[in-house]
């Protein structure tokens, strides 16, 4: 099983970052091997819905489907795989540090067996996506709200 824990701080109110994260349709944007992604229940910030993405992961097509498992408004959210080539169980939480919000990453996944992939390089080609996807997550939503700023200004 590999196990990931990760966090950065973003410099934005909770509940900015919390919405952002918690809608599939804005998977793409900030998680890289995401083609896509949406709800395949009415809501997905209720416990059980449903949502399915589309990506590639070491040069695979994936399609999965995913259960929200964890939904606490501005403080966490977590859902499972229930279909496709890993095993997954994330969680995100959020918690206020400074004038920033702190966003934690802990996700165990188990490949399945079909896509025989040495488990080591699948952790550390996770771990690397992990962090460049809190990366760009920390640069939408930073930048995302200064260039109305910007803009106004000029």
Request: charged share 20%; net charge positive; proline share 3%.
């Amino acid at each position: 099983m590999i196990n990931l824990n990760l966090s950065t701080l973003i410099y934005r109110p909770v509940t900015q970052i919390f919405d952002f994260v918690c809608t599939p349709e804005n998977d793409f944007q900030w998680q890289y091997g995401t083609l896509a992604s949406n709800r395949l229940s009415r809501d997905v910030g209720v416990i059980g819905s449903f949502f399915r993405s589309v990506g590639h992961l070491m040069g695979q097509r994936i399609i999965s489907t995913f259960e929200v498992t964890e939904y606490e408004p501005n403080r966490k959210y977590g859902f499972k795989s229930l279909s496709g080539p890993l095993n997954s169980h994330t969680s995100y939480t959020f918690e206020m540090a400074g004038g920033s919000t702190k966003v934690n990453i802990s996700a165990q996944v188990n490949a399945v067996n079909s896509l025989q992939l040495n488990e080591i390089i699948l952790e550390k080609k996770m771990r690397k996506q992990l962090k460049e996807n809190l990366a760009l997550l920390k640069e939408i939503l930073e930048t995302k709200q200064t260039q109305p700023a910007i803009l106004a200004a000029n």
